[in-house]
């Protein structure tokens, strides 16, 4: 079994990562009980997670690592591809039901939702620099697991798969966007708050990278810099600029939505 380390440096807070033959080695938090708690509720629910495998001898945590290329910088989704992806959020979600996090559980969270609503565990980063896209079709990097809603975290996630280039024309990304809702199987009241939410959901990452970047916190205040907070606040503009034309998309007849029954 091979004991080289090699860093992965796919996802944007991905220090410390890395892998070791068909493992993934990366710091141990207070977080971390309580995410493998959900991950492993979530997997033995029929969804297919990386499996957790304890602590080295170093105190890192060890997961399985899933081979494959990720949905960022792969081919364009199309919209079945996109349909699919909606389909595994639904799946994450519906099993996150009914999952009571322990008693001494610590979180993660970096944008908690907005209110008292929080009633569901959620991902919260469901993108597609978290999506492997091999033989499997897979959510890394759970670290960020925290209460959320259905709502705060779909909306993120559809966001990043079809709403987070600026300069697409609208009209094509309100067709992905729709394909992706679809796929989720979204019911009425969802799709009502979706296009209000996506732009909230933008706007507060490019806030949590602005703030960082004023007080100092990492990695989150180096990426503002480099690049991401330029392109949150475009996406926000993007997002809340075309509300209407989701809202539009978003409410199309019954009968061409997917059957999730």
């Avoid at 996802?11 to 993934?24: E, P, W, Y």
């Avoid at 595994?88 to 001494?104: N, Q, S, Y």
């Amino acid at each position: 079994m091979s004991t080289e380390e090699i860093p992965l440096a796919g996802g944007n807070a991905s220090l410390g990562v890395v892998r070791v033959g068909a493992t993934v080695r990366k710091p141990w938090t207070a977080a971390t009980p309580a995410v493998i708690a959900f991950t492993e509720w979530v997997g033995e629910r029929g969804v297919d997670v990386p499996r957790p495998l304890g602590r080295d001898d170093r105190g890192r945590q060890v997961i399985e690592f899933v081979p494959g290329p990720l949905a960022q910088g792969s081919a364009r989704l199309d919209l079945d591809a996109l349909a699919r992806v909606g389909r595994l959020v639904r799946e994450i979600h519906d099993a996150a039901t009914g999952f009571i996090p322990p008693a001494d559980a610590e979180w993660d969270l970096l944008l908690p939702a907005p209110g008292p609503e929080a009633d569901l565990v959620c991902h919260n980063d469901l993108a597609p620099w978290n999506l492997i896209v091999g033989e499997r079709w897979t959510f890394i990097d759970w670290d960020g697991a925290g209460p959320s809603t259905r709502l705060w975290d779909l909306a993120y996630a559809a966001q990043a798969f079809t709403l987070n280039d600026a300069a697409e024309p609208p009209d094509e990304a309100a067709t992905r966007l729709a394909a992706f809702v679809a796929g989720y199987g979204a019911d009425d009241a969802l799709r009502a708050a979706l296009p209000r939410t996506l732009g909230r959901r933008a706007a507060a990452m490019h806030a949590l990278l602005r703030d960082a970047h004023e007080t100092g916190r990492e990695p989150w205040g180096t990426m503002y810099v480099e690049g991401h907070g330029e392109h949150w606040r475009a996406a926000t503009a993007y997002v809340t600029g075309h509300e209407e034309i989701w809202r539009s998309a978003l409410a199309a007849p019954a009968a061409h939505r997917e059957d999730t029954a």
